[in-house]
């Protein structure tokens, strides 16, 4: 273990990955006990350039200095010894694994060649998250941990590994906002000790814990500066290039019948634990239904359910009069559901197949795509140049393979085939994530859109904004049954965080 | 990056490719002390010089095609079939059960009979491991070895038993363990020497697989199911099924191959007929592209390595399993070199590497 | 009855190791999350080679014990060797590693069979290696036939189970292997060489098969021929499911289908009537029936098992 880090910089630091260059010439500085906060869209290169500060990739140009001294890593394990730790978006635990066992991967003291010590690093474990109140089982498994309680052992696990510079990748971005804020207290706590790199693109959090500010546009630093001196409108318009207010839902609610009644569903999840518990949901036509909620509280399952992808146990799905639970996705299909998956790479697009095949997945073999199980080349490649156009996928052409697509243009591939088919209901599952704040803007619009044509929309999201910007009504889903369904004018960001959190309203 | 470039890269990747299969392959005839020139050249080179060899290329041309073929169908639905010698088996018993059961029945009629029959033993030794797989997410790969093995040992068992020659019964644990000659109601006809009119069978079947894969909606649901099965069965695609499909179809082809290899070659059933063209059918589907058009030369190209390679113990004192060994390196090498020429970070770092040494020079 | 019981358990435990030592070493190929169909190649190479030493050395007569134990070594040696070449194939280049496998079967099985016709020619035995009786423990009635009366190999193979239990879950290494067989980014994250470890657990697994190989041409068949091995390569492979990735499972299933693979003994000692063909396909069945029941709901299977790893590619 070296001492402390009284000052890290990253010089001129560029990466390039085919097609795209993910860091331009980068350069950031942060001093002990600051804060810097790393904002910018989804995109803009902000985890290539911290997974390139912790020696996960390595920079084709630039240097790293700690301490006035040139660093290389050539992997974690250099960027441990120096003290630098970081907590992924996605978290780095084995879940088939305790608490313990995911630490002592990194916890090269209890290594030795033929016997590796688990109770010294359990005692560790203890050690540390009693140092800094951070509740966790040291022999709970992962997969038994809520998504709350899995950023606490990253957290321990960072800090038991010695680190003194922490890195945070989006770390509020599964968090009820309560949560949010606990997380935040907890932080400022720390920087009397540690230093502290944080990314987001929430710029609430940004102003309330960061002392310094850099912002990532395309690859390039666009902006340093000191927080305070800044207002979040300056930070989002830089974030940006240029101020985008996201479409809202102000047109009057114009909600007809009930056309998806959901009762008492209940469904079991991949482990065959209980995922959906009596769940029960009506949406009417015209009407966009926000559901919130921490991801893992049934959402996947619930859409899957309605979808014929996943087995009821019991209850029912009532679509236009027609009960539709159990039927298989195909029947789901016919009766008008439009879907718009969770997993956009593997569940929406055939990753492999070019877009016009995949603009006629759901229809290969009806009129005017194919006759007698015949394609019909001619007609598919007509629509789907009408498709790309209307819906301004970008791409070489429509022989491109969809995979092959930004994650943008793939969700507008997918998007087009749904609005196409002229459903009946929609539902989409997380449709924005990852994507940056123009493909946002332009799915929010047609999700609007469909919503003027007098259909009806089921929104699952993570995104509060996104949810209160849209929705006529907002139910939250915890544990699996709704807690409750609240009108958008009565919904309030700290109400709804208390309803995902699992308190229940008197 | 230009196009010559990616051309350049592709071709040089290729080169190694091929350079890299030779290379092992003589590392072992060197080990067994044999002249590698000599053996390549007899395998390779020889069974082009007259007519007769020629035609012996091209009757193990015709079972390995039409059984890439299968496993091309297979392959792109996502299920790799490596239980063709089994399904080749089977379609054997079945057109041979046909044919001893009805031999007097007039050939227009027989002959397809036997054939069907064929596919249906094929199709049907295919269909479980396709619905084990669809249902229960039983490992192809797996289930399929298991059925080889079964179907060798039912083989058997069947020349040994119900199938057996009675000429050969009087001899007891003596006899050769094969049916009687077919009668010739179930004979195909010969072009030149043992040539036979399977190869139009063969060339009309890889058509009918391009036109069934790439241009009717049953080929594009298998393909998408193969390519990704999640998405697939979210766009309303019952992949179960056409999983299954596939692999019957596959079977199928097997099974077909089978009853041609009796109809056209040897006219009765006899130990040794499959010849492990169900592994080597693997070969040329993946050295074919998975296409029915690079199947055709492909399967050539192994008929003449399987057929040289029997040349080879006589002329130049290697053993005929030299082709197994050039097979598995076939293999291995065609699937790295894929992966090798997808890699787009690859590409792009030995590019812009490049573009530095351009700099430098200038 | 009792004697035939203790007969068909004294012949199947020493029958079931190379099935053990093939499965084991799978076992630790898949736990690091690769696939390796190529088991029955790796076998194939490592009975052709096991066999050709002792052979060479005494010309199919009686030979030092220590020949015997040099073709251990060597077929240990070759599998890990062939694992390595798997590991470049299917880790460096990420080949798709169910095609590769056949391709490395293929590669193992031809490989061994060329050699064998050059270097020894056609079935040619040797001694193998003696029985060692346990003192004492082999005199206790019907328990000392069964466990105590066999080869050294026998013994060796059988300690390894538990010292496999303790590699992978008592050390460090094992613990490497499990992370990156369920979560490589995770492990890669941690600073953990996903590949090296890899390469590490294909060398062990393959080494593992080698000797699993020697053990049928020198202790077992004492001889080797084309289809010596005939699927035992892949009836390992399926045992690692049955046995759920455990150590100890894997030992059960092995015994299990050693059972299945002797029935023809026993049933025609018991002087029934039986065609052969039906008893060899036995063990091939019961592979079906049992991947059947098993495959569905593995939730205890290595989650990045068949996925090879690239750190810049997310996913």
């Known amino acids: 273990m070296e001492g402390r880090i009284t000052e890290l910089r990253m010089e001129h630091i560029t990466k390039r990955f085919p097609g795209v260059l993910a860091s331009d010439d980068i ?14 869209e989804n995109g803009a290169g902000k985890t290539t350039l911290m997974n390139i500060l912790m020696g996960l990739y390595q920079p084709d140009e630039g240097r790293i200095l700690i301490n006035g001294e040139e660093v290389r890593f050539r992997g974690p394990e250099d960027a441990f010894r120096m003290g630098l730790g970081m907590v992924h978006q996605q978290y780095m635990l084995v879940q088939n694994m305790t608490v313990t066992e995911n630490v002592a991967l990194g916890y090269k003291e209890a290594w030795s060649p033929f016997r590796l010590s688990l109770p010294e690093v359990r005692r560790r474990v203890i050690e540390i998250s009693e140092r800094y109140s951070l509740a966790v089982n040291p022999d709970a498994y992962i997969w038994q941990l809520s998504v709350g309680e899995q950023q606490r052992v990253e957290l321990v696990k960072t800090l038991c590994l010695g680190a003194r510079f922490l ?56 902006f340093s500066g000191n927080t305070d001196d800044h207002s979040s409108q300056d930070i989002a318009a830089m974030m940006t290039g240029h101020s985008i207010d996201l479409p809202k839902n102000e047109e009057e609610r114009k909600a007809g019948e009930t056309v998806l009644s959901i009762r008492d569903l209940v469904v079991l999840s991949d482990r065959r634990t209980t ?64 879907y718009i998956p969770e997993e956009r790479n593997v569940e929406g697009i055939v990753p492999a197949f ?19 199980a015949i394609l019909s080349r001619k007609d598919i490649d007509s629509y789907s140049e009408k498709l790309v156009k209307d819906f301004d996928v970008r791409c070489p052409g429509i022989t491109t393979a969809a995979g092959s697509l930004s994650g943008g243009n793939i969700q507008k591939v997918i998007l087009a085939r749904e609005i196409e088919r002229k459903p009946r209901f929609l539902i989409a599952v997380y449709p924005t994530r990852g994507l940056d704040l123009g493909a946002v803007e332009f799915i929010h619009q047609q999700l609007l859109a469909i919503r003027r044509d007098g259909i009806g929309v089921l929104l699952i999201s993570e995104e509060l904004d996104e949810i209160m910007d849209l929705s006529d009504r907002i139910a939250v889903i915890y544990k699996g049954s709704i807690q409750k369904v609240l009108m958008h004018d009565e919904a309030t960001r700290a109400r709804l965080g208390v309803l995902m959190a699992g308190v229940k309203e008197v | 990056m230009t196009r010559s470039f990616r051309i350049a890269f592709k071709v040089a990747v290729m080169l190694i490719a091929a350079v890299s299969a030779v290379l092992i392959a003589s590392i072992i005839l060197w080990m067994i002390g044999a002249d590698v020139g000599a053996t390549f050249y007899t395998i390779c080179v020889v069974p082009l010089t007259n007519s007769l060899h020629l035609t012996e290329v091209l009757i193990r041309a015709i079972p390995l095609c039409v059984i890439a073929l299968g496993i091309t169908v297979a392959y792109r639905s996502g299920i790799i ?62 289930s399929t070895v298991m059925l080889n093995y079964i179907a060798a040992q039912f083989y058997s068992l069947c020349l040994r038993t119900i199938y057996l020659d009675p000429a050969e019964q009087g001899l007891g644990a003596a006899g050769t363990p094969q049916s009687m000659r077919l009668s010739e109601n179930v004979w195909l006809d010969r072009i030149s020497g043992r040539l036979h009119y399977g190869i139009v069978i063969a060339l009309v079947l890889a058509v009918l697989i391009y036109f069934l894969v790439w241009k009717t909606t049953i080929g594009f649901r298998m393909r998408a199911s193969g390519s990704e099965a999640r998405a697939a069965r979210y766009g309303g695609i019952n992949v179960a099924f056409y999983v299954t499909l596939a692999m019957v179809i596959s079977g199928a082809f097997s099974g077909l191959a089978g009853g041609i290899e009796i109809a056209g070659v040897h006219r009765r059933a006899i130990e040794g007929v499959t010849n492990n063209y169900g592994f080597s059918g693997v070969v040329v589907a993946l050295f074919g592209g998975l296409h029915p058009f690079g199947i055709l030369p492909a399967s050539f190209f192994f008929g003449l390595l399987i057929y040289g390679a029997t040349l080879a113990p006589s002329r130049v004192g290697v053993p005929a399993n030299i082709v197994q060994v050039m097979q598995g390196v076939i293999i291995i090498v065609i699937v790295t070199a894929q992966m090798v020429l997808s890699n787009a970070y690859l590409q792009d770092r030995l590019w812009r590497k490049l573009q530095g040494m351009r700099k430098k020079e200038a | 009855m009792i004697e035939m019981l203790v007969n068909m358990l004294s012949m199947c435990i020493p029958f079931s190791v190379a099935l053990l030592l093939a499965s084991l070493g799978e076992m630790f190929n898949q736990r690091a999350g690769v696939f390796n169909l190529g088991c029955e190649g790796m076998m194939a190479m490592g009975a052709f080679i096991g066999m050709l030493i002792p052979f060479s050395a005494g010309g199919g007569g009686a030979v030092s014990q220590w020949y015997n134990v040099l073709g251990f070594i060597a ?32 590669f193992g099985v031809g490989t061994a069979g060329t050699l064998f016709r050059h270097f020894v020619g056609g079935t040619q035995s040797i001694p193998g290696i003696p029985d060692i009786s346990i003192p004492f423990l082999s005199s206790i009635p019907f328990l000392g036939d069964v466990f105590f009366s066999h080869n050294g190999a026998v013994y060796l193979a059988y300690l390894f189970v538990p010292l496999a239990w303790y590699i992978l879950f008592k050390t460090p290494w094992g613990l490497k292997v499990r992370a990156v067989g369920t979560n490589p980014r995770a492990a890669d ?8 470890t890899r390469y590490e657990a294909l060398m062990l697994g393959g080494a593992l098969a080698g000797l699993a190989g020697a053990y049928l041409s020198i202790a077992q068949a004492k001889m080797f021929s084309d289809t010596l091995i005939s699927g035992r390569g892949f009836i390992a492979v399926a045992l690692v499911y049955f046995g759920h990735w455990h150590p100890l499972q894997i030992m059960g299933g092995a015994l299990l289908f050693t059972f299945a693979q002797t029935f023809q003994t026993q049933i025609q000692s018991m002087g029934i009537s039986f065609p052969y063909e039906l008893a060899v396909m036995l063990p091939y069945i019961l592979v079906i029936v049992v991947l059947s029941f098993t495959s569905r709901n593995q939730t205890t299977a290595p989650t990045a098992l068949g996925k090879p790893f690239n750190r810049e590619i997310r996913t």
């Open chain 3, 189 to 196: 994250s941690m600073g953990i060489n996903v590949s090296r």
């Open chain 3, 75 to 106: 077929a240990g040696v070759l599998g890990a060797f062939l694992g390595l070449f798997f590991g470049v194939v299917t880790v460096t280049f990420r080949a798709p590693q169910g095609i590769a496998g056949i391709g490395l079967q293929m």
């Open chain 2, 81 to 142: 079939n490596i239980g063709a010698e089994g399904q080749m088996s089977i379609g054997i018993l079945a057109f041979t059960g046909v044919a001893l059961a009805f031999p007097d029945v007039p050939r227009p009629l027989l002959l397809p009979t036997a054939f069907i029959a064929a596919v249906i033993g094929g199709g049907l030794w295919g269909f479980i491991p396709g619905i084990l797989k669809a249902r229960l997410n039983v490992s192809e790969l797996l």
């Open chain 1, 167 to 222: 890195i945070l990748d989006e770390p509020t971005s599964a968090l009820t906002p309560q949560e949010t804020d606990e997380l935040i207290a907890l932080l400022r706590n720390m920087t009397s000790e540690l230093s502290i790199i944080f990314i987001s693109h929430k710029l609430q959090e940004v102003k309330a814990l960061s002392n310094k500010v850099s912002i990532l546009r395309h690859g390039r630093v666009v």
């Open chain 1, 275 to 338: 995922a959906l518990d009596h769940l029960s949901l009506d949406i009417k036509a015209g009407e966009i239904v926000g559901l919130a909620g921490v991801s893992g509280n049934g959402q996947r399952e619930l859409s899957e359910a309605i979808n014929g992808l996943r087995k009821v146990e019991s209850g029912t799905i009532t679509f236009f009069g027609k009960e539709i639970q159990n039927l298989s996705p195909r029947q789901v299909i016919d009766a008008g559901m439009g």
């Open chain 1, 354 to 372: 070019s877009i016009r095949e995949n603009f006629i997945l759901k229809d290969a073999s009806k009129a005017p795509f194919a006759s007698h």
């Open chain 1, 27 to 40: 350069s950031i500085e942060v001093g002990e006990g600051e804060v810097l906060a790393l904002v910018g």
